[in-house]
């Protein structure tokens, strides 16, 4: 079954730019002692997704979110849009998370293995196929 952005949560919510989210991602990283190392926007294979690699201490972690298609042509700015603001609430609960668990605990599916895949491109074959392939070399493949 395919996914839809208009189906899920942050569908045409609010009125601030993708990169404002990606922005405001990457700063609450930082206000949780992480380094930013990478961000990238791609499109490729059909699909377009979200690169966003970082660093704590000695770990490297790297999130490819993936663009769910919309149902009409005209909403594809709306579905990036929704991409980066679930790209953003997903990075701020780890963020949260990792005051209490850790940070290799609140973010180990984005841990970096020495592979240079992430334990979520490992384990889920789905998300693999959600995300453009390039973003998955982006991440040290």
């Not at 952005?5 to 609450?28: R, V």
């Not at 953003?88 to 963020?95: F, G, I, M, P, T």
Request: hydrophobic letters at 45%; charged letters at 25%.
């Amino acid at each position: 079954m395919e996914k839809y952005a208009d189906d899920l949560p942050y569908w045409k919510t609010g009125k601030s730019s993708a990169d404002t989210w990606i922005d405001k991602a990457k700063e609450e990283i930082r206000r949780a002692k992480g380094k930013i190392i990478t961000e990238a926007f791609a499109s490729s294979d059909g699909k377009e997704g979200y690169l966003l690699t970082f660093s704590f201490g000695e770990d490297s972690f790297s999130i490819q979110w993936p663009v769910l298609p919309a149902r009409a042509i005209k909403d594809a700015k709306a579905a990036k849009v929704q991409a980066a603001t679930m790209l953003y609430h997903d990075v701020k609960a780890r963020c949260v998370s990792a005051r209490v668990m850790g940070v290799r605990s609140a973010f180990m599916g984005y841990l970096l293995l020495e592979n240079g895949l992430t334990a979520s491109q490992v384990s889920n074959a789905e998300y693999m196929a959600l995300v453009p392939r390039v973003l998955m070399l982006g991440s040290g493949n």
